[in-house]
């Protein structure tokens, strides 16, 4: 068994060495993350520019671009052998709801699935979370259960972990995505010399969190495992797109 | 009608001029577009560094970011009133299957429609294409029909229109998006400092190709449209999720 | 005669535009500067990363580096013909005094003597200059002196313009730099996402801005020029640290 | 006695750890550095952005700006109390002639130095050099003599150190910088879409390299000390500008 590691806080994330550590007990793995913090680079991709890779001390290999970039050079190139699957994270904070569109670990995830092999992001709920050690375990159990028993193939799984020890922890369920409300407005600020300048806002808080959420699962002490899918197509728009696009203007 | 128009390949690029000038004539438009080439960005948000917003001599809005950052900014706070949907392009070559993970102009009509909008993405396939009138004629076609009939909510439609005379043109095809094939490996080389690079390589080609995808529409001389959703919960996966926790180890 | 032309402001700003038709006017120019505003990048030099030239719809060609890079870029390989001399500017403020460590604009400059043409820098002084006109009145001046009578090969020319009409300048001023007091203290604040950032502050006060000074002479109303040099070697102290390292500790 | 210290390879660096941990055995040491390889910056200086500073697990602070922002950001506010003098380096590379231009290490001592401090910068020359013991060795002997000799205010030390072990050094010189030839082309070449892309070329070979200059001492296998200065004004050709001027065209 063959661990590929990446995430999108960088390499010096406690996040990414927890989850290292925990499946180098169980597998071999090889980590290949970005520099420093790329959160929210969504599967943003260097096409115009050459990426550096460089061995550090502890035997991660850490790249100057995204995590899309890492998962994907790790695969296509840098690795000797394929890795058998990828694991990104422990993020620090959540994924839930509409932030997987923009999540680099989520992203991360998805280059490796769309590469053709078993994924995995796993995210710690919280501001300044602690409990890295539960999320680490929750890998572990995860990982053996993909080994077991395969996932299908077009399937990524997107798992937050509340922010507890272990053993204060529920369960593991199925989810789907919930939403938030739309984003906070910018903020509009001055520089030092004068100059507007415009950070982006908070996101929106919880809208649909209802049972069944990713959102509901954590706020009740459950593990929330989200099956996500890479084809974007809106398959029961089709046919109402084509009557759609038949009306007269 | 108020229009808001973005891109990835930045604010100098034909695609995006072609698109404004023709949509100008049957609505108000705000461009408001990123600096510079930002292709392959997908739904990269810059959450770390403040954005600068720069009025242009031709009034387009040019901003130091992302194409999510410019549609963010846009609706959020910087345009004085909120547009009533969003165009992003004319992107300079396809997004076709795959290509739509990593597609900033994708992302761009994406952020649009999380944020509330109808939302366009509409690029003009090749290499080097030329015939961004036809590309710009289908966008008025597409504004003035969902100006007529809403789109539902929780979708968007990502327009692929060949490079060709308008009139050589057969259709508007309903299509789900193809599958290329995995990605060619990663080019490695030297720096000429002696130093190891790597450039990410070309994607694959088409895998899955056939009648009903975007590639075959293309194929056939039809403009490709693709109903995109935002919610990338896998609900046939769901169950089966469950049954997979269930599962010994 | 043929001028290289390039300054740090990006290739939009007012300065380059009004220095590029101003000396076209006289000469054949080539102009090969930044794509965006690259202030205060000194003479740094982009060796680990490649860089793209774009030539634009006016001439001009852009360059994804820094001034150094473009004037680099330009002698060694870019332009079919060598120029004959580098003119640096039209910078959106001043430069005097220790500014000339840090200005892109002066880099520029220095990269053109560096590699052996006459070279000037041109600033207008100010913090929202108006009177381009003048300072390219004066680079024609200038130009068509250093045409008629060359410099001195190890010496590039400081220029300062007071932002005034042409009719209001007294004359051109040899000088020295002046001095400012030391730099305000760094701007230490909050991102909207509580975590803590520091702004670079503004630069000090005059302090030596006597007689004789650039500081002064802009003050007078004159356009200062400072022979500047490019061997940092400070020769009148060799002597007292040959001593110095002779001393026992 | 309080020494802050910074580099221009970043904080990973075995230059500048060598150099904290011998100067920590005789002083008070603040390491303030940037958190990535920012060679050839110069005195390159962030205005329009902010600055991250991080603490690292072993007392470093890691700041995401160039060698300059970092003594900057020291000297005007991180730091608690100001430090008595700066070092720079060790320099993986030689900075010898012409280099100290462009160099980020001399610019993080030229800071320094700007804001009021005896400043050293300290370079191990070799394209892959091993002996930082004893460029370490030699800023210990360095900072013992400042501390006992006071240095003039408007000088720095440029230091460069032959790759030999310390006992082969055969002393400390006071040198003036050579000079080398002109640089090599830029290197044009394609990337892998086709696109042309240029590489900043080699340095030149040296030029006037005789005796008394930086490049002659280190060849002979002595330690080359120059010193350097802040007012780049060119006293010597200020008459002479003066009746340039005043000659008719």
Redesign the interface.
């Known amino acids: 068994m063959h661990i590929l590691i990446s995430n999108d806080d960088g390499y010096?994330a406690q996040g990414i060495n927890a989850l290292a550590n925990a499946l180098a007990q169980h597998a071999k793995v090889s980590v290949v993350c970005p520099?420093?913090?790329r959160?929210?680079?969504?599967?943003?991709?260097?096409?115009?520019?050459?990426?550096?890779?460089t061995l550090?001390d502890n035997g991660f290999v850490r790249v100057?671009g995204?995590p899309?970039?890492c998962v994907?050079?790790a695969i296509?190139?840098?690795l000797e052998h394929e890795p058998d699957m990828v694991f990104a994270g422990i993020n620090h904070g959540a994924n839930l709801g509409?932030d997987?569109?923009?999540s680099g670990t989520v992203?991360a995830a998805?280059e490796g699935r769309?590469?053709?092999l078993p994924a995995v992001a796993i995210s710690l709920v919280g501001s300044d979370p602690k409990h890295f050690d539960t999320a680490a375990e929750v890998a572990v159990?995860l990982m053996?259960?993909i080994q077991?028993?395969p996932?299908?193939q077009?399937?990524l799984?997107n798992v937050n972990v509340p922010d507890l020890p272990l053993d204060q922890i529920k369960g593991?369920?199925?989810?789907?995505?919930g939403?938030r409300h739309?984003?906070?407005?910018?903020?509009?600020?001055n520089?030092?010399?004068g100059?507007?300048?415009?950070?982006?806002?908070?996101p929106g808080c919880e809208q649909d969190a209802g049972p069944g959420t990713d959102f509901d699962a954590i706020r009740n002490g459950y593990v929330s495992?989200?099956?996500?899918?890479?084809?974007?197509?809106?398959?029961d728009?089709?046919?109402?797109?084509?009557e759609?696009?038949a009306?007269e203007?």
Chains 1, 2, 3, 4 share one sequence.
């Open positions: 010096l520099d420093k913090n959160s929210a680079a969504s599967n943003s991709l260097t096409l115009d520019m050459p990426l550096r890779a550090c100057d995204t899309t970039d994907h050079l296509t190139g840098l509409d997987v569109l923009y992203a998805t769309f590469l053709g159990t053996r259960k077991a028993y996932l299908p077009d399937t799984l593991l369920l199925s989810t789907r995505l939403q739309k984003a906070e407005a910018v903020i509009r600020t520089d030092p010399r100059h507007t300048i415009y950070w982006v806002g908070p495992i989200t099956p996500l899918q890479l084809d974007l197509t809106r398959y728009r089709m046919e109402g797109l084509r759609w696009l009306l203007t």
